[in-house]
């Protein structure tokens, strides 16, 4: 496992500027007001060749008896317990509160590394933080994150106190779960993690990040991605939100699965189709997660109505893969990783060309393709060129004559032969000509 510096302080003294400079793209949302990160964000970073995850955290205000506020906190304290390395940031402009003299304590106590910095300082002089020593913590680095100044003298004096092992590098699996604000996204992350992982309330849309947190279970290794919740357009209030579900989108765009998490009371509804649609045309392998199942009153035939809406609702990804769960009992939660895994293998699989090309022949001779202007399409070759999602290349006589019925047609044969549920496929043709 790589080394973890996590960073902590009071709300709005810079942390999640300096997250995104050291990682180098924007990850958390910055703004200027308070409470804006509220759980822990995760990203891999690099300085002087040596690799560590940092993350940032909401503002710690540790005597709010504010029930947000004072979540927001836990996940702060959470990070500092599993990090090697503190950054703490405190105001240069503002100058020391009570609050920096609570963090400060809390972090002293904590008995790890803590590096001292002093943001928003775009002119350094010794007299600038010389009032910062009063906290206890060593000497005070003073930097300016949005300008850049000071951030390597920053990462020099963290990256003194990691300690490396032999680590062992492997690939894990990114899992994204996304939806609709309330649909039990978060709840769902917790009880596969098997703790307070994230903050859920009753309150929708409190997950604002795309949070990344890698585990390993049964000698597998992951990273489970929660998401904010991702309202229709219209519904999006503020700037916030809007970044929020962009995130959101990003977090489809780098994961390797998409679990869509659906509130099967309320069914699956046009922002859910809308979404699972993005997740097709990424071109990523996916699971329907039907939450909050045990609030469905059942017979025997409710799964299979249930199945008959999604059908109808998904028709244009008829390779869905479904599982009706509940994040409150618990039921059928220990399917969604090995879930997961299997439309992922599905996704990776590829077929030989050999076989591609007897089975397509083949299919082509039970079913002609239709003729246009006394013209018919002919296949000449077919290869499978890559996967995530299987993409498969047509080499035919004019591309022009391939009609999407009859491609739709070919893609169901392929699907009766080998099993790609839970992915798309591609389909593409080159007219022999243009080679």
Not at 161 to 176: H, N, P, Q, T, V
Not at 395 to 408: G, I, K, P, Q, W
């Amino acid at each position: 496992m790589s080394n973890t510096i996590a960073i902590v302080g009071r709300p709005n003294v810079g942390k999640s500027t300096f997250f995104n400079k050291v990682a180098g793209r924007r990850i958390s949302i910055t703004e200027n007001r308070p409470g804006v990160t509220r759980d822990r964000i995760y990203a891999s970073a690099e300085w002087r060749g040596k690799a560590f995850t940092l993350i940032d955290t909401g503002g710690i205000e540790l005597k709010s008896e504010d029930t947000m506020w004072r979540e927001i906190a836990l996940q702060a304290k959470l990070a500092v317990e599993t990090a090697d390395v503190i950054l703490f940031f405190v105001d240069g402009k503002e100058g020391l509160t009570s609050s920096d003299y609570d963090v400060a304590d809390y972090l002293r106590r904590s008995k790890k590394p803590v590096v001292l910095v002093v943001n928003k300082v775009d002119e350094y002089s010794p007299d600038k933080v010389f009032e910062y020593y009063s906290l206890g913590l060593g000497e005070p680095y003073a930097v300016s994150s949005e300008h850049s100044r000071g951030i390597g003298d920053v990462l020099d004096k963290a990256i003194e106190s990691f300690s490396y092992g032999e680590e062992e590098e492997s690939d894990r699996l990114k899992i994204a779960f996304v939806g609709k604000p309330n649909a039990g996204k978060s709840s769902i992350v917790n009880r596969i993690l098997g703790q307070q992982r994230t903050i859920v309330t009753e309150i929708a849309g409190t997950t604002r990040d795309a949070i990344d947190t890698p585990f390993e279970l049964d000698g597998n290794k992951y990273t489970i991605i929660d998401t904010a919740g991702m309202r229709r357009k219209r519904s999006v209030e503020d700037d916030v939100e809007y970044y929020s579900v962009l995130r959101a989108f990003e977090a489809i765009r780098r994961a390797d699965v998409v679990m869509l998490v659906v509130d099967s009371h309320e069914g699956m509804t046009e922002q859910d189709v809308r979404i699972i649609g993005t997740v097709h045309e990424e071109g990523k392998p996916s699971v329907v997660v039907m939450n909050k199942w045990d609030l469905i009153e059942k017979d025997t035939h409710t799964v299979n109505r249930f199945e008959e809406k999604l059908k109808e609702d998904l028709k244009f990804m008829d390779y869905y893969k479904s599982v009706y769960v509940s994040a409150k009992s618990g039921q059928r939660i220990d399917r969604l990783l090995s879930l997961a895994r299997e439309v992922y293998r599905n996704a990776s699989q590829r077929v030989q060309t050999g076989a591609l090309n007897d089975l397509l022949t083949d299919a082509m001779r039970v079913s002609e393709p239709p003729s246009y202007q006394g013209r018919r399409l002919k296949l000449y070759y077919a290869s499978q060129v890559s996967v995530c999602p299987p993409v498969f290349v047509l080499m035919v006589n004019d591309e022009t004559l391939l009609h999407f019925s009859y491609a739709r047609y070919l893609e169901n044969v392929i699907r009766g032969a080998y099993d790609f549920s839970g992915t798309p496929i591609r389909i593409q043709v080159r007219s022999k000509k243009d080679d």
